[in-house]
């Protein structure tokens, strides 16, 4: 069994990067997925996607020391899915409890007060390569990725072959396999930074697109894999390989006030030159939701400042 976490927005818990606040009540059922993946859910509510949105991997559960019964799920290997996967598709729930109710009206009141729950391995796996299906579509690999190599993905979910000796099996180390895949995850990362930031590189302002569709412009991590930074839109920035070549070696960064920083005794003027003008400031996202968080741009200026 796999567990969900629902993740409502503008709600009284204190969920934030990397950790999941929760009530008592649900600690037992969190325990259980120490060291186990689990799914984040929006509910409709707050207009919320009533979607799956990302899976992560618990670490560990602490107590919240500020509210009494209350805990942290600390989660590691965080990753969002490219495109949310519905609840509900097509009339059919990716919850096998849900669909197992019968009535439709009654789903609503079967989930109330669950915001923690438990199921199938089965629905994890199917609901894992749904939301990744786009990165792992072997006719997406030349744009995302021109070193990644073809997966054995168990698009299985495909009807005969469940019944098959072992096949579940298979599919859940082939599911957590492609979990861990660094490939596969920077595939994913590059997908979603580039489309928040629409192809275009953040400090140049050039948008390229190659014969081939593949965007000249890479997707950078704020705070670095290597340091622990996340797999999430809001640590990365889109960059063109001269600039990302640049702000990997924390020659420019990015102010609190979302300006470009440069360390002009380091960075030519002929590069500097390529740079869009102050006074325009710098190509964001135009959902403030996908901005690159101030926890990482505050990392990623502590070495800036070390530099020069």
């Not at 744009?143 to 072959?161: A, C, K, N, Y």
């Not at 380091?266 to 400031?281: A, Y």
């Not at 964001?284 to 200026?301: E, V, Y």
């Amino acid at each position: 069994m796999k567990a969900i976490f629902d993740l409502k927005s503008g709600s009284r818990y204190k969920d934030g990067q990397g950790h999941y606040h929760f009530p008592a009540r649900y600690l037992e059922v969190a325990r259980n997925s120490v060291g186990d993946w689990v799914l984040y859910r929006e509910p409709r509510r707050n207009n919320g996607s009533q979607a799956y949105i990302a899976v992560a991997r618990v670490a560990d559960i602490e107590p919240d020391l500020e509210l009494a019964g209350h805990y942290y799920a600390n989660v590691t290997d965080y990753l969002d899915f490219p495109a949310p996967v519905p609840f509900k598709n097509d009339g059919r729930y990716a919850e096998t409890a849900l669909r197992d109710i019968g009535d439709p009206r009654r789903v609503g009141r079967e989930i109330q007060g669950r915001s923690i729950r438990l199921i199938p391995q089965e629905d994890f796996d199917e609901i894992v390569l749904a939301g990744l299906r786009e990165p792992l579509d072997p006719a997406n690999a030349r744009r995302l990725s021109p070193d990644m190599l073809p997966l054995d993905v168990p698009w299985s979910m495909q009807p005969g072959l469940d019944g098959q000796s072992g096949f579940a099996e298979t599919v859940d180390r082939r599911v957590e396999q492609i979990l861990l895949n660094r490939k596969v995850r920077d595939a994913t990362f590059r997908l979603e930074v580039c489309r928040a930031y629409e192809d275009t590189c953040a400090v140049t302002g050039l948008r390229i697109i190659n014969g081939g569709g593949r965007s000249e412009v890479q997707a950078a991590h704020i705070k670095p894999v290597a340091a622990d930074g996340p797999d999430v839109v809001r640590n990365g920035i889109a960059l063109s390989a001269t600039v990302h070549w640049l702000f990997d070696r924390h020659l420019i960064s990015i102010g609190e006030n979302h300006r470009l920083l440069v360390a002009h005794n380091r960075v030519p003027s002929e590069l500097r030159n390529l740079f869009r003008p102050e006074s325009q400031g710098l190509h964001w996202p135009k959902d403030s939701r996908l901005m690159p968080h101030p926890a990482f741009l505050a990392h990623h200026r502590e070495r800036f400042a070390g530099v020069h």
